[in-house]
T-cell receptor
Framework: DAGITQSPRYKITETGRQVTLMCHQT?????MFWYRQDLGHGLRLIYY???????DKGEVPDGYVVSRSKTENFPLTLESATRSQTSVYFC???????????????FGPGTRLLVL | AQSVSQHNHHVILSEAASLELGCNYS??????LFWYVQYPGQHLQLLLK??????LVKGIKGFEAEFIKSKFSFNLRKPSVQWSDTAEYFC????????????FGGGTRLMVKP
């Protein structure tokens, strides 16, 4: 089915471990985004990518690494997980309108990450 | 950097009551505005959006929002809520100087009592 998928949906890990969250979209959207959702903070942008091999920091990038070797995939890696990274992570994609106007972002189902 | 404020963190209503959720943003230039909804256990879905034109925007499921530029506001309304509207609602803004990034408000959790 077309859409945006995330894996795993649930993950428990320990402090200091490396964790990679996967995101895959089938629309060939140019832009992809990673957000974390925490109570009281809404969604905060971690990283985004305008195209393959182009990534940029968002509001809260520290402790995270991203890559985008293919348009359809945008993995997010926590190099050394910390308890403060316990959160729900959402991936999103969008295709800007002509002139670069932001179009709707489409969200994946989320990954619930617990760092012990 | 722009910011987005949603004044009500939690709202509890009875079915058939009217709803208005506030959203204010800080950027003074051209903006694109969005309301997203997250039903329990689900991902975010677009309710409605404003890019230009008529400041009163109608979305899905009977929701509407009004862009008032002078007040930097984009409040969400629904004349008569249903139990199925129980969800978390997020206002988001794309400012003209922010490329394709969205800034989200903190969200409002709506509970509709049957």
């Amino acid at each position: 089915d077309a859409g945006i998928t995330q894996s795993p949906r649930y993950k428990i890990t320990e402090t200091g471990r490396q964790v990679t969250l996967m995101c895959h979209q089938t629309w060939s959207h140019s832009y992809m985004f990673w957000y974390r959702q925490d109570l009281g903070h809404g969604l905060r942008l971690i990283y985004y990518s305008a195209a393959a091999d182009i990534t940029d920091k968002g509001e809260v990038p520290d402790g995270y690494v991203v890559s985008r070797s293919k348009t359809e995939n945008f993995p997010l890696t926590l190099e050394s997980a910390t308890r403060s990274q316990t959160s729900v992570y959402f991936c999103a994609s969008s295709e800007p309108l002509r002139g670069g106007i932001q179009e709707t972002q489409y969200f994946g189902p989320g990954t619930r990450l617990l760092v012990l | 950097a722009q910011s987005v404020s949603q004044h009500n963190h939690h709202v509890i209503l009875s079915e058939a009551a009217s709803l208005e959720l506030g959203c204010n943003y800080s950027y003074g230039g051209t903006v694109n505005l969005f309301w997203y909804v997250q039903y329990p256990g689900q991902h975010l879905q677009l309710l409605l959006k404003y890019f230009s034109g008529d400041p009163l925007v109608k979305g899905i499921k009977g929701f509407e929002a009004e862009f008032i530029k002078s007040k930097f506001s984009f409040n969400l309304r629904k004349p008569s809520v249903q139990w199925s509207d129980t969800a978390e609602y997020f206002c988001a803004v794309n400012a003209g100087n922010a490329g394709n990034m969205l800034t989200f408000g903190g969200g409002t959790r709506l509970m509709v009592k049957p």
